[in-house]
């Protein structure tokens, strides 16, 4: 979710880029850096932390004033957060400058095919990887766009590319496949940036740009072409926000805007787990393959919503590895003596990576000689760095308080550990691996399906404004859903909300049921042994006493019909995969309810993003 600006005219680029990266704070970063190209040279200045610290060190060291320049705020994902992997980044001779968006899957070979050549490299970064490709076309005699647009072609992944010349003062090319870019368009300026937030006090005229293409920016003409240099079509378009819902992309809450990125975060956070062989592969993992078949025990440690992540994680790694999996809460991991040891592996789960129950239980485990493995959203943060192995989650990113993107993509962390586990192992066998995977590779478009035909999620939000208490149910890993459910209602709306396994609603809860009430019910998809069959029981049982059932049930599910007062459509997806789907209609339930409520969705009352204290 990294910031990025670029523009050509008669301003003081340093000036206009860096007040470009402030506006576009919002969006979270570890490090800032701006290029400015001036005489011939490249001028650079980058530096780990918040914009003050680059502020201060263009203060102590200005950089020209001349007409084009690029910058860039930084949220890490190749390379910890510091001043080497800060973006701009500079081909060997200091020619090109870039800066990247996004993630390249097959940055590892070019890597090793630059390394060949006898270059290099000064970070840790995939991005840097580009800016060198980059620098030897344009080196060997090829302008800078056709350079562009050759490396394009050989990249994989997810990325927005913006690269200067310093041979060409009046030149800025960017490329984009799969992540955002914008134009905007000026009277003898021209701008690019992530968002239009980000030039909006200068130009509300826009261009929005397509996938696979590249586009030339002077300061008086803007031209696009596809990747193979073909004139491409794009659709230019006012901006009629103001900065502060430009920030949100027009939507009214960062959560809802978040809620809406989730596609992308989900296929994110599935980008480059696969080595040039086709195996399954992770971020960064120190724990030997030998070490991982001695496991004999699994324990996933979370707080709040990651914990809801872990039990999914529970269903899916027993599933595919037939090792044992507890799931505990980090807040009483280490106060009841846990039996953990050198051939326990355990898991934990933070966005942040700072989560102080969840840091504290870590390092009781590592005391006991276990093994830790994170998963977490923020490179470099303490978690990740006092563990022995990490997944990074892809959402960028969240400035609502509630998790909604971090959560769904904490459940695909969870997924690609269970199936990495069963590949070491050898319980499943590679084609069921890449099956699973294959699936996986579905979600986005199932998520924004769902997102398309939101609507009536919206006017049952409308509906159960005034309603007091709201339950939710779920088998199997809808139980989690259902937790998950409950607790969006509770952080957002402020109202009473549970949720239970639905086999325990005999035992006590169904004494809740009274008339109007709403319960929602996650039903299994049908097939999954005896336990859609129970839990359309279970509506029966509930709806007999008066309660009004909104039941989330896959397309083709034509059992529920005469059970459902309120119908929810899911995509089709095997069980294991469903909460990625069935969490989506209650955050949007939430989230709406609480809009309604007049509540502040984004900053809900009592609570922080990050706890980093006990």
Same mark, same amino acid.
């Given at each position: 979710?990294?910031?990025?600006?670029?523009?050509?005219?008669?301003?003081?680029?340093?000036?206009?880029?860096?007040?470009?990266?402030?506006?576009?704070?919002?969006?979270?970063?570890?490090?800032?850096?701006?290029?400015?190209?001036?005489?011939?040279?490249?001028?650079?200045?980058?530096?780990?932390?918040?914009?003050?610290?680059?502020?201060?060190?263009?203060?102590?060291?200005?950089?020209?004033?001349?007409?084009?320049?690029?910058?860039?705020? #930084?949220?890490?994902?190749?390379?910890?957060?510091?001043?080497?992997?800060?973006?701009?980044?500079?081909?060997?001779?200091? #020619?090109?400058?870039?800066?990247?968006?996004?993630?390249?899957?097959?940055?590892?070979?070019?890597?090793?095919?630059?390394?060949?050549?006898?270059?290099?490299?000064?970070?840790?970064?995939?991005?840097?990887?580009?800016?060198?490709?980059?620098?030897?076309?344009?080196?060997?005699?090829?302008?800078?766009?056709?350079?562009?647009?050759?490396?394009?072609?050989?990249?994989?992944?997810?990325?927005?590319?913006?690269?200067?010349?310093?041979?060409?003062?009046?030149?800025?090319?960017?490329?984009?496949?799969?992540?955002?870019?914008?134009?905007?368009?000026?009277?003898?300026?021209?701008?690019?940036?992530?968002?239009?937030?980000?030039?909006?006090?200068?130009?509300?005229?826009?261009?929005?740009?397509?996938?696979?293409?590249?586009?030339?920016?002077?300061?008086?003409?803007?031209?696009?072409?596809?990747?193979?240099?073909?004139?491409?079509?794009?659709?230019?378009?006012?901006?009629?926000?103001?900065?502060?819902?430009?920030?949100?992309?027009?939507?009214?809450?960062?959560?809802?805007?978040?809620?809406?990125?989730?596609?992308?975060?989900?296929?994110?956070?599935?980008?480059? #787990?696969?080595?040039?062989?086709?195996?399954?592969?992770?971020?960064?993992?120190?724990?030997?393959?030998?070490?991982?078949?001695?496991?004999?025990?699994?324990?996933?440690?979370?707080?709040?919503?990651?914990?809801?992540?872990?039990?999914?994680?529970?269903?899916?790694?027993?599933?595919?590895?037939?090792?044992?999996?507890?799931?505990?809460?980090?807040?009483?991991?280490?106060?009841?003596?846990?039996?953990?040891?050198?051939?326990?592996?355990?898991?934990?789960?933070?966005?942040?990576?700072?989560?102080?129950?969840?840091?504290?239980?870590?390092?009781?485990?590592?005391?006991?000689?276990?093994?830790?493995?994170?998963?977490?959203?923020?490179?470099?943060?303490?978690?990740?760095?006092?563990?022995?192995?990490?997944?990074?989650?892809?959402?960028?990113?969240?400035?609502?308080?509630?998790?909604?993107?971090?959560?769904?993509?904490?459940?695909?962390?969870?997924?690609?550990?269970?199936?990495?586990?069963?590949?070491?192992?050898?319980?499943?066998?590679?084609?069921?691996?890449?099956?699973?995977?294959?699936?996986?590779?579905?979600?986005?478009?199932?998520?924004?399906?769902?997102?398309?035909?939101?609507?009536?999620?919206?006017?049952?939000?409308?509906?159960?404004?005034?309603?007091?208490?709201?339950?939710?149910?779920?088998?199997?890993?809808?139980?989690?859903?259902?937790?998950?459910?409950?607790?969006?209602?509770?952080?957002?709306?402020?109202?009473?909300?549970?949720?239970?396994?639905?086999?325990?609603?005999?035992?006590?809860?169904?004494?809740?049921?009274?008339?109007?009430?709403?319960?929602?019910?996650?039903?299994?998809?049908?097939?999954?042994?005896?336990?859609?069959?129970?839990?359309?029981?279970?509506?029966?049982?509930?709806?007999?006493?008066?309660?009004?059932?909104?039941?989330?049930?896959?397309?083709?599910?034509?059992?529920?019909?005469?059970?459902?007062?309120?119908?929810?459509?899911?995509?089709?997806?095997?069980?294991?995969?469903?909460?990625?789907?069935?969490?989506?209609?209650?955050?949007?339930?939430?989230?709406?309810?609480?809009? #309604?409520?007049?509540?502040?969705?984004?900053?809900?009352?009592?609570?922080?993003?990050?706890?980093?204290?006990?």
């Amino acid at each position: 979710m990294c910031g990025i600006v670029g523009y050509v005219g008669p301003q003081a680029a340093v000036d206009v880029v860096v007040g470009g990266l402030r506006r576009l704070e919002y969006r979270g970063y570890d490090s800032a850096g701006v290029a400015i190209v001036s005489d011939g040279r490249i001028e650079l200045a980058k530096k780990a932390g918040k914009i003050a610290n680059l502020d201060k060190l263009l203060a102590d060291h200005p950089l020209p004033t001349d007409g084009l320049g690029i910058g860039h705020t #930084r949220w890490a994902t190749h390379g910890a957060p510091n001043d080497s992997n800060a973006h701009p980044h500079l081909s060997r001779g200091g #020619r090109v400058a870039l800066v990247h968006n996004g993630i390249v899957e097959n940055f590892v070979e070019l890597r090793d095919e630059l390394a060949a050549d006898g270059i290099t490299m000064v970070s840790e970064t995939d991005t840097e990887v580009v800016a060198q490709l980059l620098g030897q076309v344009v080196e060997a005699g090829t302008e800078l766009a056709d350079a562009m647009r050759a490396v394009c072609r050989r990249l994989t992944g997810a990325f927005t590319l913006v690269a200067v010349d310093s041979h060409n003062p009046e030149l800025v090319v960017a490329a984009r496949r799969n992540s955002p870019l914008v134009v905007g368009v000026g009277d003898g300026e021209n701008f690019l940036a992530s968002d239009v937030a980000a030039f909006i006090e200068h130009t509300r005229e826009a261009i929005e740009l397509g996938q696979n293409q590249v586009v030339e920016l002077r300061s008086d003409s803007v031209r696009v072409t596809t990747f193979d240099g073909a004139p491409a079509e794009v659709r230019p378009y006012h901006v009629d926000w103001d900065l502060s819902a430009a920030e949100k992309d027009g939507f009214d809450w960062f959560m809802r805007k978040e809620i809406y990125e989730q596609p992308k975060a989900v296929a994110d956070t599935l980008l480059g #787990r696969h080595d040039s062989k086709g195996a399954l592969t992770l971020d960064e993992i120190r724990i030997s393959e030998a070490e991982l078949r001695q496991i004999d025990k699994i324990v996933v440690i979370a707080c709040g919503t990651s914990f809801y992540a872990g039990l999914v994680a529970k269903y899916a790694i027993e599933h595919w590895t037939r090792i044992p999996c507890e799931v505990e809460l980090a807040s009483e991991f280490r106060y009841r003596d846990p039996i953990v040891g050198p051939s326990t592996l355990v898991v934990t789960i933070s966005q942040s990576g700072e989560t102080a129950d969840t840091l504290m239980a870590i390092r009781h485990a590592r005391e006991q000689r276990a093994k830790v493995l994170a998963i977490c959203n923020t490179n470099g943060s303490t978690i990740p760095r006092e563990s022995d192995a990490v997944i990074y989650t892809h959402a960028g990113p969240e400035v609502g308080v509630a998790s909604t993107k971090g959560f769904l993509t904490q459940l695909v962390a969870c997924y690609l550990l269970g199936l990495y586990l069963a590949q070491v192992r050898g319980t499943k066998f590679g084609d069921e691996i890449k099956a699973t995977m294959a699936e996986l590779e579905t979600i986005p478009a199932a998520i924004q399906s769902l997102l398309d035909n939101i609507q009536p999620v919206l006017d049952l939000a409308a509906e159960f404004a005034d309603q007091p208490s709201v339950l939710f149910l779920g088998r199997h890993v809808g139980y989690p859903v259902a937790l998950e459910g409950a607790l969006k209602l509770k952080e957002l709306a402020y109202i009473h909300a549970e949720g239970f396994a639905a086999g325990e609603l005999k035992h006590g809860p169904i004494a809740l049921i009274e008339d109007q009430l709403p319960v929602f019910v996650v039903v299994p998809p049908k097939g999954r042994d005896m336990l859609h069959e129970k839990v359309v029981s279970n509506i029966q049982e509930i709806r007999a006493r008066g309660a009004r059932t909104v039941v989330l049930a896959e397309e083709d599910d034509h059992e529920v019909d005469a059970v459902a007062d309120v119908l929810i459509r899911l995509p089709k997806v095997s069980t294991l995969l469903q909460p990625l789907v069935a969490t989506v209609p209650l955050q949007v339930f939430a989230c709406e309810l609480a809009s #309604r409520k007049g509540h502040d969705v984004d900053q809900p009352r009592n609570l922080a993003k990050s706890v980093t204290v006990e």
